[in-house]
């Protein structure tokens, strides 16, 4: 059994469009799956319902063997969600950023864990930094150390180098081998085949709300 495990899950918007069709696939503890495929294959909806954010329309998803529609509360504990867009309070330092996000999960402050994640992510000299006065690929980092704030076991990366420079996306890609290091699984979706490549264990490959493929990565190599 895996630390995810999705089950002929669909989604069809009120609008009818079928974001996903009978997607099946089980997501080990450890391991990075990179979801690949181009905009509008249905990876952020997929993300989503995992995430508990929008409800399938059929299916089941468990996260550490909670069902997300039984038991969503201890389920949404074990995942953390990086967005695609940078959303923080320009005027809030870095640490109390994240000390808020630990508080959202019900979380006590926990200053030892918060300043090593700070630490793993490069973060701890710009602690006390206004949000505003940071980098591109700071900003980025402190929405990691966001996520991880209350200690999940699986972290979800929303094209997490979408509209960024080659350093940048390099950067992104050491913060996530680091992550490995750590033990999180992660989940990242993109649409650059050479950045699946990079960063993945395995790959799952989505068009038109289909799982056509999910291989490890070495041996996707071989199908283009
Ligand atoms: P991706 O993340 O791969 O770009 P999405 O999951 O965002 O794909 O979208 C999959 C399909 O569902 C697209 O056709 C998109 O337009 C549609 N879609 C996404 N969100 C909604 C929504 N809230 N309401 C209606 N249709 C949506
Ligand atoms: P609840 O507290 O209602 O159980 P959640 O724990 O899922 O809900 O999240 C509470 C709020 O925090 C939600 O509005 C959610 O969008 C937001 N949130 C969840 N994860 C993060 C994160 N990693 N970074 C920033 N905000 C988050």
Known sequence: TGIIEIDHLSKQYGSGTKALSDVSLTINEGEIIALLGPN???KTTLISIIC????PT???VRVGGHDIRTDWRAA??????VPQEIALEPFEKVINSVRFTRGLYGEGPDDAYI?????SLALWDKRDAATKELSGGMKRRVLIAKALAHRPKVLFLDEP???V????RREMWQVVEQLRRDGVTIILTTHYLEEAEEMADR???INHGQLLLVKPTAELMDEF
Request: glycine share 26%; no cysteine; charged share 15%.
């Open 40 to 42: 509008g294959a249905g």
């Open 52 to 55: 508990g954010l929008v409800v």
């Open 58 to 60: 059929g299916g089941t």
């Open 76 to 81: 949404r504990r074990m995942i953390g969600l």
């Open 115 to 119: 300043e090593q994640v700070l630490r």
């Open 161 to 163: 180098t979408a509209g």
């Open 165 to 168: 420079d080659v350093a940048l």
């Open 203 to 205: 790959v799952g490959v």
